[in-house]
């Protein structure tokens, strides 16, 4: 088995892993930091493999760790496929939330009125009648 490939697949083991330690613990900026890493271990992975000579035969113990390479891999990948979709779900509620919260604030902060109904004036002083004649 080329080297270059056992390297990129231990990097994208790696980085994958310590994705999902951060999307397991809800550390958003954090997993959002390897997206660059991530990426690049994806295209070294996927460059090794095609510059793998195929014709070359492994030695059965070489066969065993590629087996559990891989077996190791589609774990990680499937974990990070449901804890992406987790926070995707979590930003969504978010969102929700926000945008819900926001027309309702606005409104509230826009207002002229109380919400007893009463005016109220830009200093948040109640309303005072003047007189011309003092």
Known sequence: MNPDLIDAAVSLVEVIAQENDALRSFDLRHAASLTDSKARAIEAFISAQAKQDRSKTISPTQREAVVEMAARLRELVAENRRLLERAIGVQQRVIGVVARAAPQALAAKNSRYRPDGS??????MPAVALSARA
């Open 119 to 124: 005016l109220a004036t830009t200093r948040g």
